[in-house]
């Protein structure tokens, strides 16, 4: 079946540093690639996605890449600040099948990033 | 946040009671799901609905049973709580032409 292995962290970062937190998957089909961010106390939010090979998703200066050949999909950003301190969590979407769109997760990431 | 509302967002309840968790959407979607968030696992899915009265099994859907009767009301129920089942809940939806899900706010639930 289909499965997402992500850093488990957690992670402790200085404000201004670089972020990667890497994501590999395993899926039958093409599946539409998914990070995920929950904030203390809240549900999750999307914070990017691609759908397809070599796609790259962006937003709030986060960026990940789809990559077919590595089955990746790591999730990068360039200067973090405090209020990035979350867990971030790695999905997919199997679309090839009966369409249900149902996400498969990974464990999560807890970042914190400190002044 | 999708219209998306989870009623209760905190429950204790006692090892041996039904509960049932209800959401409820305003946007019409056509797909709703259950996850359970636990440390170490992710989110797991224990059910999700297709349609009205259309629902299918997730990854741990032991100990639970859901209904959908409208198109904007999905229920999860605990027919007899365990403490196995304390976690946080989410319900998701989906559907039309974006393959990205939106959560509700979550329900914790602590079965003692």
């Known amino acids: 079946g289909d499965s997402v292995t992500q850093m488990e962290g957690p992670v402790t970062l200085s404000e201004e540093a670089f972020l990667t937190i890497n994501c590999t998957y395993t899926?039958?089909?093409?599946?539409?690639l998914f990070w995920y961010v929950q904030y203390p106390g809240e549900g999750l939010q999307l914070l990017l996605k691609a759908t397809k090979a070599d796609d790259k998703g962006s937003n709030k200066g986060f960026e990940a890449t789809y990559r077919k050949e590595t089955t990746s999909f790591h999730l990068e950003k360039g200067s973090v600040q405090v209020s990035d301190s979350a867990v971030y969590f790695c999905?997919?979407?199997?679309?090839?099948?009966?369409?249900?769109?149902?996400?498969?997760f990974g464990k999560g990431t807890k970042l914190s990033v400190i002044p | 946040d999708a219209g998306i509302t989870q009623s209760p967002r905190h429950k204790v309840t006692e090892t041996g009671t039904p509960v049932t968790l209800r959401c409820h959407q305003t946007e019409n979607h056509r797909y709703m799901y259950w996850y359970r968030q636990d440390p170490g696992h992710g989110l797991r899915l224990i059910h999700y609905?297709?349609?009205?009265?259309?629902?299918d099994k997730g990854e741990v859907s032991d100990g639970y049973s859901v209904s959908r009767s409208k198109t904007e009301d999905f229920l999860l129920t605990l027919e007899s709580a365990t403490s196995s089942q304390t976690s946080v809940y989410f319900c998701?939806?989906?559907?039309?032409?974006?393959?990205?899900?939106?959560f509700g706010q979550g329900t914790r639930l602590t079965v003692v």
């Open positions: 998701a939806v989906t559907g039309g032409t974006r393959t990205e899900a939106f």
């Open positions: 609905s297709y349609g009205v009265k259309d629902t």
């Open positions: 999905a997919l979407s199997d679309n090839s099948g009966a369409g249900s769109y149902q996400l498969t």
């Open positions: 899926a039958t089909g093409y599946p539409s």
